[in-house]
């Protein structure tokens, strides 16, 4: 491995990295999400720094499960425990958001771990996004983005400039059009990038304030552009799905006698490439994209557009099979899932639905379910 490949995969894998530490250093404020709606161009341009909280380094929840059950998401139940464990202590705020029931939950979680805990930080924003695309929707998600930026500009003392937000959906969109180059490249008979590398990737570069990951993504995109990995007799899977940061799950699924080409992931391509209008208001510019271009299983009105984004995807990417991944209990996922196998017999195209807890185990299991499906794939072929 690459040393640029090696420094992001240590990115991926760390709860804290260096890039956060200097930047805190530096007098920078460290602000928390978890969810892709959460507009990081609006953080960014109040002089902050968005860093999306992960499960990575957690191997247990017994603190989590004493303010969630069994039967709630393991990734909250993760992030939430590594919480208690003060293990986001570096962070000087969290912006929580209506995404699904159990990630919206730890904002009351929270709330009372700091009044009887005293578990920090104090600033604990909930940023409430629609669930649908009309016009209304949009009126509302503009009003919501502005009382965001008041919030943030009362909390910390910082003015959200019309210059400043323009300056930042200008670097959100250097690092979107460089994460477009890399997954044009993974069109080729013979990609550059694996799919467990281009998840760390993307795991990685939400974790670092943006001006680095675009040097990252500059270097990246340059080592890579001559590289071929051996694709011989492997499949092309596109794995589709919520959230996901398990890259040895990834690196299981293509050791299995395959390469994932494409993925439409909460914490991988589902954002990761999808611009902001450069023109015009940026606050409309910002809400346009988050409301009508980023869409997942909590929009209700969006999966046909989901639809046939998807079946495009498998077409550009000359793809033979999709795989969905979904965490256990998870409904809006379950909900997907049941849709999109109706849409896979409609095109009459293989689809294995794989369930999962994060970091839960059950690897073996798992891997025996994907060579099965990848040997039905091939006999059919």
């Not at 044009?184 to 990038?193: A, C, G, L, T, V």
Request: charged share 25%.
């Amino acid at each position: 491995m690459s040393d640029i490949l090696s420094t992001i995969q240590k990115l991926a894998e760390a709860q804290k990295n260096a890039y956060i530490t200097k930047a805190a250093d530096e007098g920078k404020r460290i602000l928390g999400y978890m969810c892709s709606f959460v507009p990081e161009e609006i953080i960014h341009a109040a002089c902050m720094v968005p860093f999306r909280m992960t499960a990575v380094g957690s191997t247990e929840t017994r603190l989590g499960d004493t303010y969630y059950s069994a039967i709630n998401c393991s990734l909250v139940r993760h992030i939430f425990d590594k919480a208690l464990k003060n293990e986001f202590s570096f962070l000087d705020g969290i912006v929580f958001m209506n995404g699904c029931d159990h990630s919206r939950r730890m904002y009351d979680n929270w709330r009372d771990a700091l009044k009887t805990q005293g578990l920090g930080p104090e600033f604990l924003y909930m940023f409430v996004a629609p669930h649908t695309t009309m016009e209304t929707s949009l009126n509302r998600f503009i009003d919501e983005l502005n009382g965001f930026s008041s919030a943030l500009e009362k909390n910390f003392g910082v003015n959200i400039t019309k210059n400043a937000l323009k300056n930042s959906i200008s670097i959100y969109n250097r690092r979107r059009k460089l994460f477009r180059e890399l997954n044009e490249m993974r069109k080729q008979p013979e990609p550059p990038i694996s799919g467990a590398e281009m998840l760390a990737v993307q795991l990685a570069m939400t974790s670092i304030p943006v001006e680095n990951a675009v040097d990252l993504l500059e270097q990246l995109t340059e080592h890579v552009h001559d590289r071929k990995m051996d694709c011989k007799d492997k499949l092309r899977i596109v794995v589709t799905g919520g959230a996901m940061e398990e890259i040895d799950h990834v690196k299981m699924i293509e050791d299995s006698g395959a390469i994932v080409v494409a993925e439409n992931l909460c914490t991988g391509g589902r954002h990761s490439d999808v611009s902001s209008d450069e023109d015009g208001d940026p606050v409309i510019s910002i809400a346009e994209r988050y409301l009508y271009k980023v869409s997942c299983p909590r929009m209700v009105d969006e999966f046909e557009n989901r639809s046939s984004l998807l079946e495009k995807t498998l077409k550009e990417y000359s793809a033979d099979a999709l795989i969905t991944e979904k965490l256990m209990f998870c409904d809006i996922w379950g909900g997907e899932v049941f849709l999109l196998k109706q849409e896979a017999k409609r095109m009459g195209f293989p689809l294995l639905s794989l369930e999962r807890e994060i970091y839960g185990g059950g690897a073996g299991q798992m891997k025996t379910r994907v060579q099965a499906f990848f040997e039905t794939v091939r006999n059919i072929q």
